[in-house]
């Protein structure tokens, strides 16, 4: 689905990521792990468009794209939706996904309307609450519009950056059987997420990002258990600061994987 070949890509000084080598396979879940700056968002930034690169091919589906406008991506099937959620709050939840569909100018309203029904269905809270100002949902919320708006042009790979960040942990739970479900209904996922623990606990495969190179690859349930990653991401020089919310997190997991036995 997604190849990344020798990758380079930066801010105008000069590169932040160096090198990378990565891929998505079909209806596969991958994640990218790291601390913040590691290049991780940079990377989602180049395969959307949004950013340019320096060296190196992006392949979708077996076709280049690099040299393609960030819409031109969208149409080929790819969408990004970034950190931060960037929801115009202004606007009602109908009006935020009605943009998310802007790329497909074909479509009718009455079209535009049924796949909002159809993207909803995942996010039943935001069903009851399309005339509502985005603004005025919670942060969980908030985010589940932003899936929604990605979802609304239709993509064969999302790109999910940070969709964890600052949520409560009840949402969290939710937000990551969410993005399980939608691999199990074939969609690729493309995951850059600082939450270690979950990303891998649901991913395929995974990606460890470090100074803007990769230093570990490999599947999720094998990284999550890799003394390295346990040591730099799940404890370590953290230890102190995640011994209080340990118990929580390991409440996490085992809810989150009850979900998706069920």
């Known amino acids: 689905m997604l190849k990344l070949h020798g990758l380079s890509a930066g801010y105008g000084v000069g590169p932040v990521v160096h090198d990378i080598n990565l891929s998505v396979a079909k209806g596969e879940i991958v994640t990218l792990i790291g601390a913040n700056g590691a290049g991780k968002s940079t990377i989602a930034k180049a395969v959307s468009g949004l950013l340019g690169i320096s060296a190196g091919s992006i392949e979708l589906e077996g076709r280049r794209i690099d040299g393609e406008r960030p819409r031109a991506r969208v149409l080929a099937g790819l969408v990004h939706v970034p950190e931060g959620r960037q929801i115009f709050p202004n606007l009602s939840l109908r009006e935020n996904l009605q943009l998310g569909a802007y790329t497909h100018q074909h479509m009718a309203a009455s079209q535009v309307e049924g796949r909002i029904q159809e993207v909803c269905v995942r996010f039943p809270a935001l069903l009851g609450r399309l005339d509502t100002a985005a603004g005025f949902l919670s942060g969980g919320q908030q985010q589940m519009l932003a899936i929604a708006r990605g979802l609304m042009a239709k993509p064969r790979l999302i790109i999910l950056d940070e969709p964890s960040l600052g949520l409560s942990p009840a949402f969290v ?7 399980r479900a939608l691999r199990d209904q074939g969609l690729s996922v493309l995951l850059s997420e ?56 390991e409440s996490l997991v085992a809810r989150l994987r009850q979900l998706l036995a069920s």
């Open 173 to 179: 739970t939710e937000i990551f059987s969410m993005i």
């Open 194 to 249: 600082q939450n270690a623990r979950l990303s891998l606990a649901v991913a395929d495969r995974g990606y460890v990002i470090e100074m803007g190179r990769i230093v570990l690859e490999g599947a999720g349930k094998d990284l999550l258990g890799h003394p390295e990653v346990t040591e730099r991401y799940l404890g370590g020089a953290q230890k102190a600061e995640e011994s209080a919310t340990e118990q929580q997190s």
